[in-house]
């Protein structure tokens, strides 16, 4: 805690970046709730209002590897305040819309499509600008006191959206615009960063390329693979990827049987949930101190082990209490190695490559993610919510293999390992 206080207090630019991105996490957490609430006031149909969700998934995950050329393009406080003012005309849209009358389902798609977007491109930018605005040392402090941003705002987030929403079906997005106001203030206060690498030729699939003295404005198809292609070059970024790959598909899932389970609506789901979320909090506050006593590789291997017992006797249990109690450990341990690993690959990752390689991680890593709410389903139904959890405990034991299969690259990593651009990349 006091390592998190130390960062917070570290300058005037984290704190800038801080505030302006809490601000637009809160804003996003408002209309998380209202957005689904709209759409089905303005449609009538839950299914079609259900789409939105799809879409919004579906967006974010194809817009990783493109999200992570630009931010290697472009100065990041540049792309900031492009994302920014972007986000900020679709929620101006929505409030222009619902003044209107009731707004089309088209273009409710289409601003979930644009907000998704730009927040996946919003991401490896402001990666890129902490590594500008806080010493080396204190990165892993400033991976966590971001991670209990989100999660602050991701608690209050959609309640605040709830009332908002009774009050005035445009108000949720009115907030939303005005906190993409503040964060456009703030981030206009910060350094630039760095100018991009213009290194070789145009058309050179390896670089960013110039024209004219100018970047391409959007990267060919063989650049959009050139973070995969960083991927595959390094030990500890393809552990850490596999890693998240099974995670992040176990989690989905055990969210989604919590969800699907008989009787759920009478299990406090929403109890469930809130005592996850405040646990993930915790989770990001101590995801420093973990990491500089047990070191990444064991870090994650203790993760690992943690979350499978915690699901097992879950299972084995039985019980809402139970579920609810399985889903906050797995979530309180989320930042504890989302953290860790992040910021080791700040480290690990020269300033250049890091866009790229931050975009072909969520694209990899989310790559499963689609198919956990339907296999969660198809378990429930199948074996029950005790054989579900089961599976789950079998996917986190899995993530323990894959750590102690790289556990030396994981070492690499977070120690003299360095992902440094090859010839062509």
């Known amino acids: 805690m006091p390592g998190v206080l130390r960062v917070l207090g570290s300058g005037p630019a984290f704190r800038r970046l801080w505030i302006g991105q809490f601000t637009s996490d809160l804003g996003s957490s408002v209309t998380t709730l209202a957005m689904p609430l709209l759409a089905v006031a303005a449609t009538g149909s839950a299914g079609q209002a259900g789409l939105l969700g799809s879409l919004a998934f579906l967006t974010t ?24 003012a972007g986000r900020l005309a679709a929620a101006v849209a929505v409030v222009v819309a619902v003044a209107a009358g009731s707004p089309p389902l088209w273009l409710l798609a289409l601003v979930t499509v644009v907000n998704s977007a730009l927040t996946v491109a919003f991401g490896p930018a402001s990666g890129k600008l902490l590594r500008v605005v806080v010493p080396e040392e204190q990165l892993p402090e400033a991976v966590s006191v971001n991670l209990v941003r989100g999660y602050a705002a991701s608690i ?27 964060s456009l203030a ?50 500890f970024l393809r552990c850490t990827v596999g890693y998240g790959l099974v995670a992040n598909f176990a989690v989905t899932m055990l969210f989604s049987a919590l969800l699907l389970r008989p009787r759920a ?9 809130g005592a996850a979320a405040a646990a993930g ?24 082990l943690v979350r499978m017992l915690a699901v097992a006797g879950a299972a084995l249990v039985g019980g809402p209490v139970a579920f609810g109690a399985a889903l906050a450990a797995v979530l309180l341990l989320g930042p504890v190695a989302g953290a860790a690993i992040s910021a080791t690959t700040l480290l690990a990752v020269d300033y250049e490559l890091y866009g790229r390689v931050s975009g072909a991680s969520a694209f990899v890593g989310g790559a499963l993610q689609p198919l956990a709410p339907l296999a969660a389903g198809l378990l429930v139904q199948g074996v029950g919510a005790g054989g579900t959890l089961a599976v789950v405990a ?4 899995l993530c323990a293999a894959v750590v102690l299969a790289g556990r030396s690259a994981l070492a690499a990593g977070a120690g003299a390992g360095r992902v440094r651009p090859a010839p062509g990349v």
């Open 156 to 182: 209050t987030g959609p309640a605040l959206g709830g009332v908002l929403f009774a009050l005035g079906r445009a108000l949720p997005f009115v907030a939303d615009a005005l906190s993409y106001v503040v």
């Open 281 to 304: 909090l915790t989770g990001s506050v101590l995801a420093p101190w973990l990491l500089r006593r047990l070191g990444l590789p064991r870090l994650m291997l203790a993760v690992c």
């Open 186 to 235: 703030a981030v206009r206060g910060l350094p630039p960063g760095p100018a991009p690498m213009r290194t070789g030729p145009a058309g050179d699939p390896g670089g960013p390329g110039t024209a004219g003295g100018r970047p391409r404005r959007w990267p060919t198809r063989a650049e959009l693979g050139r973070g995969l292609v960083l991927l595959r070059g390094s030990p």
């Open 265 to 273: 609506g009478s299990g406090g789901v929403g109890i469930s949930l």
């Open 394 to 397: 079998g996917l986190f034991l």
């Open 61 to 84: 995950w194809l817009a990783a590897l493109p999200a992570g050329q630009l931010a290697d393009r472009y100065r990041p406080r540049s792309l900031l305040l492009a994302c920014d």
